[in-house]
């Protein structure tokens, strides 16, 4: 398998974990429901791991720049339809920007890896 292919697959593996977890946290209810917080704490510890294995073709800067700014973005649309939770104009905006960062490093940047 191609090594860019598998880091990127695992990268994008360590944001659904990410994304994932953050939403058990929420539902652990501040660690209070057992279920949830044992599958918060696997899905985090799987995240950092297939983080992890991204970075063996993918810079540390760049690997992470994603994994934060589309991990935020994600756990947004999760907060909106599955929690109910409303997002304002600036928040939106700056989602928007977060997008164009991640764009920007992984069109522009000599650092990516491609």
Do not use: E, N
């Given at each position: 398998m191609n090594p860019i292919f598998a880091a990127y697959a695992s990268l994008a593996a360590a944001i659904v974990c990410e994304v994932t977890g953050t939403a058990l946290l929420q539902k652990s209810e501040q660690f209070s429901k057992p279920i949830p917080t044992l599958g918060m704490a696997v899905c985090f510890i799987a995240s950092l791991f297939l983080l992890s294995m991204a970075f063996k073709?993918?810079?540390?800067?760049?690997?992470?720049?994603?994994?934060?700014?589309?991990?935020?973005?994600?756990?947004?649309?999760?907060?909106?339809?599955?929690?109910?939770?409303?997002?304002?104009?600036?928040?939106?905006?700056?989602?928007?920007?977060?997008?164009?960062?991640?764009?920007?490093?992984n069109l522009l940047s000599n650092n990516a890896a491609h």
């Open positions: 073709a993918i810079p540390l800067g760049i690997a992470y720049a994603i994994w934060a700014g589309l991990g935020i973005i994600l756990t947004s649309i999760i907060s909106v339809v599955v929690f109910r939770f409303t997002l304002d104009g600036w928040a939106i905006l700056g989602m928007a920007l977060i997008i164009s960062g991640v764009l920007v490093m």
